[in-house]
């Protein structure tokens, strides 16, 4: 030993204080490398399957790429935030029978789901945590802490602390906004729409609490200043469209500033919603 250290280091006679140096710190580098190989056993073994696009929306904000073995059977469409190289991955939807041969560590359910399957995960000592539905800031954060409590947020929606409707100042102006689906529905105070619409700086035109559907004749009479248009292109089929049909909103949406929001940020409320956020802040200084 004394030998190999003068060849490396000529001039320094090894003390024992210098050996007993060396021995510790190699140790501690090896011990260091256990505990890293051990953390990357554990999150190896992690199998995280989620069941619905809410629910997907947090997993991919928390979760690294290996250790989801299946998304919703939403993550291939258009109304899905997952990359490509987890499109062909495993699907899952809330059944028992399909969920527990899937093998999972942990099931993701979104909100109000798992009422049958929930309770036969249990007896296969499976763990689930189920999502309540959000519509503010505090409702996302507190998903998140359900989900992962010592996990980081992925970049791609860590910024969702941010959303906190601040108050206008005095003489500021906030244009009106209208949120509308090609079913007619809208959203006024205290829907997460309503949220980013006031944190992007505008203000609701729909006074009337919650998620609704006006008669077209109510909306029809509304003068925003812009309109928000989501699940157009990207959202579900349906025979229920009266504003791909009806002209009297096909001329309201063609003389008015408008924007379109993915549906895929906004299936509900998740760490995704900042992105939304930005797309409606970006039209309300460019549009209005």
């Given at each position: 030993?004394?030998?190999?250290?003068?060849?490396?280091?000529?001039?320094?006679?090894?003390?024992?204080?210098?050996?007993?140096?060396?021995?510790?710190?190699?140790?501690?580098?090896?011990?260091?490398?256990?505990?890293?190989?051990?953390?990357?056993?554990?999150?190896?073994?992690?199998?995280?399957?989620?069941?619905?696009?809410?629910?997907?929306?947090?997993?991919?904000?928390?979760?690294?790429?290996?250790?989801?073995?299946?998304?919703?059977?939403?993550?291939?469409?258009?109304?899905?935030?997952?990359?490509?190289?987890?499109?062909?991955?495993?699907?899952?939807?809330?059944?028992?029978?399909?969920?527990?041969?899937?093998?999972?560590?942990?099931?993701v359910?979104?909100?109000?789901?798992?009422?049958?399957?929930?309770?036969?995960?249990?007896?296969?000592?499976i763990r689930?945590?189920?999502?309540?539905?959000?519509?503010?800031?505090?409702?996302?954060?507190?998903?998140?802490?359900?989900?992962?409590?010592?996990?980081?947020?992925?970049?791609?929606?860590?910024?969702?602390?941010r959303?906190?409707?601040?108050?206008?100042?005095?003489?500021?102006?906030?244009?009106?906004?209208?949120?509308?689906?090609?079913?007619?529905?809208t959203?006024?105070?205290?829907?997460?729409?309503?949220?980013?619409?006031?944190?992007?700086?505008?203000?609701?035109v729909?006074?009337?609490?919650?998620?609704?559907?006006?008669?077209?004749?109510?909306?029809?009479?509304?003068?925003?200043?812009?309109i928000?248009?989501?699940?157009f292109?990207?959202?579900?089929?349906?025979?229920?469209?009266?504003?791909?049909?009806?002209?009297?909103?096909?001329?309201?949406?063609?003389?008015?500033?408008?924007?379109?929001?993915?549906?895929?940020?906004?299936?509900?409320?998740?760490?995704?919603?900042?992105?939304?956020?930005?797309?409606?802040?970006?039209?309300?200084?460019?549009?209005?």
């Amino acid at each position: 030993m004394r030998r190999r250290v003068e060849e490396f280091m000529p001039g320094l006679r090894p003390t024992f204080s210098l050996m007993v140096c060396m021995l510790l710190l190699l140790a501690a580098c090896g011990q260091s490398v256990a505990e890293h190989l051990k953390s990357e056993t554990t999150r190896a073994s992690v199998r995280v399957v989620s069941t619905s696009l809410c629910a997907d929306a947090y997993v991919l904000n928390v979760f690294e790429d290996r250790e989801i073995a299946a998304l919703s059977w939403q993550a291939d469409s258009a109304l899905s935030m997952a990359p490509q190289n987890l499109r062909d991955i495993p699907k899952a939807r809330d059944a028992a029978e399909t969920l527990i041969a899937l093998r999972p560590t942990l099931v993701v359910y979104g909100p109000g789901e798992g009422t049958k399957s929930a309770p036969l995960l249990k007896k296969a000592g499976i763990r689930y945590i189920r999502l309540d539905w959000a519509e503010d800031a505090a409702g996302i954060k507190k998903n998140l802490a359900k989900l992962a409590p010592k996990r980081p947020v992925n970049s791609a929606g860590s910024e969702e602390s941010r959303l906190a409707s601040p108050a206008p100042r005095r003489g500021e102006h906030r244009p009106k906004v209208l949120y509308l689906i090609p079913s007619g529905a809208t959203a006024g105070p205290g829907t997460y729409v309503d949220m980013v619409i006031r944190d992007a700086g505008g203000q609701n035109v729909i006074q009337t609490p919650g998620w609704q559907t006006p008669d077209v004749e109510v909306l029809a009479a509304l003068k925003p200043d812009l309109i928000i248009t989501s699940f157009f292109k990207d959202g579900y089929d349906s025979v229920n469209t009266p504003v791909l049909t009806n002209r009297v909103l096909q001329d309201m949406l063609a003389h008015t500033p408008h924007v379109n929001v993915p549906g895929r940020l906004w299936p509900c409320a998740s760490p995704w919603i900042e992105r939304a956020r930005n797309v409606v802040a970006r039209a309300i200084r460019e549009k209005t």
